[in-house]
């Protein structure tokens, strides 16, 4: 069964640290997402990467970073946490040309900043 | 800016009724319109897609349709289960000119006994 995964599902977090979130993804996918969801504002994407080394900034960039060494693996940076970062985040891949194809997500990764 | 609109936000239907959730959506080059289930405690699963060179599809209990001149598209659930009990999310996508993604904001559909 193709699978995303993300690395932690629950994490708390002071304001000021810096957060890493880890997603794998285990078919060979060329596209992948971060996205954050949040009650009353649906989903958002934070950055996308179509290829290892390539990034592109989504909708709000604005506090994140991203890395993509190897086709696999994509993380997500957040540079120094704070409350307002408190959300769901999704991570997401799909093959073929981005936009093309529907998404496979994982299970998710709730953080709270305090 | 492009947006989708879904509704209703809250659906709550009868164990074997039918359910639909309708989607809006404003950017005329998008052509892809796929569905997410998402339970709880759980990312988002794509159930069903449809592209814009097609008018409706089906698979099993779900199905799509899409009117590209009035920029509708809708989820049928029929004979619903308890099951099926979840948040559902339409998008609409484009790769034309760059690529977006929007989602809408969700439907809660209770399914009860």
């Known amino acids: 069964d193709v699978k995303v995964t993300q690395s932690s599902r629950y994490l708390v977090k002071r304001t000021g640290e810096k957060v890493f979130l880890e997603c794998v993804q285990d078919?060979?996918?060329?596209?992948m997402f971060w996205y954050r969801q949040d009650p009353g504002l649906g989903l958002r994407l934070i950055y996308f990467s179509y290829d290892v080394k390539m990034k592109e900034k989504g909708d709000i960039p604005e506090g994140y970073s991203v890395s993509r060494e190897k086709k696999e693996r994509f993380s997500l940076i957040l540079e120094s946490a704070s409350t307002n970062q408190t959300s769901m985040y999704l991570c997401a891949s799909t093959e073929g040309q981005v936009g093309d194809y529907g998404y496979t997500f994982g299970s998710g990764t709730r953080l709270t900043v305090v | 800016g492009e947006n989708v609109e879904q509704h209703p936000s809250t659906l709550s239907v009868q164990e074997g009724d039918s359910a639909v959730i309708k989607c809006t959506y404003s950017d005329s080059a998008s052509n892809y319109f796929p569905w997410y289930k998402q339970e709880l405690g759980k990312g988002p699963q794509l159930i069903i897609d449809?592209?814009?060179?097609?008018g409706e599809k089906k698979d099993q209990r779900i199905a799509v349709t899409l009117n590209k001149t009035a920029k509708h598209f809708s989820l049928h659930i029929t004979e619903t289960q308890p099951e099926d009990s979840a948040v559902y999310f339409c998008?609409?996508?484009?790769?034309?000119?760059?690529?977006?993604?929007?989602f809408g904001a969700g439907t809660r559909l209770f399914v009860k006994a």
């Open positions: 449809i592209r814009s060179n097609v």
């Open positions: 078919m060979d996918h060329e596209n």
């Open positions: 998008a609409a996508s484009t790769n034309t000119g760059g690529f977006k993604t929007i």
